[in-house]
């Protein structure tokens, strides 16, 4: 069984800066394309940027040039550095995964973590 836990959430004011964690546990031999997402209150899960195993970033435009995604395959660790944040960008961070490969050879699509809360007020 695989697993994702995110971490990195909280309280900033705008124009500040938080650095969130997804680390994947279980006995994973590679991990695909994986991904940020994001649902506020009463409104639907988005994307928000996705990065493949390569290193292919992709971003919603509302987050391009503000948010950095990046990955440590070492680590089974993704990143995301959001930078000048708004008050529009209060949501729960979700972290996926597209598909993950074990050592034994199973694999798991669609893996997502609890999230993690992000709220910018002032």
């Known amino acids: 069984q695989v697993q994702l836990v995110e971490s990195g959430g909280g309280l900033v004011q705008p124009g500040g800066s938080l650095r969130l964690s997804c680390v994947a546990s279980?006995?994973?031999?590679?991990?695909?394309?994986m991904g940020w997402y994001r649902q506020a209150p009463g409104k639907q899960r988005e994307l928000v940027a996705t990065?493949?195993?390569?290193?292919?970033?992709n971003y919603a435009d509302s987050v391009k040039g503000r948010f950095t995604i990046s990955r440590d395959n070492a680590k089974n660790t993704m990143y995301l550095q959001m930078n000048s944040l708004k008050p529009e960008d209060t949501a729960v961070y979700y972290c996926?995964?597209?598909?993950?490969?074990?050592?034994?050879?199973?694999?798991?699509?669609?893996?997502w973590g609890q999230g993690t809360q992000v709220t910018v007020s002032s």
């Open positions: 996926n995964a597209d598909r993950i490969t074990t050592l034994s050879g199973s694999y798991y699509t669609g893996t």
């Open positions: 279980g006995s994973i031999f590679e991990i695909y394309a």
């Open positions: 990065i493949t195993s390569g290193g292919v970033t």
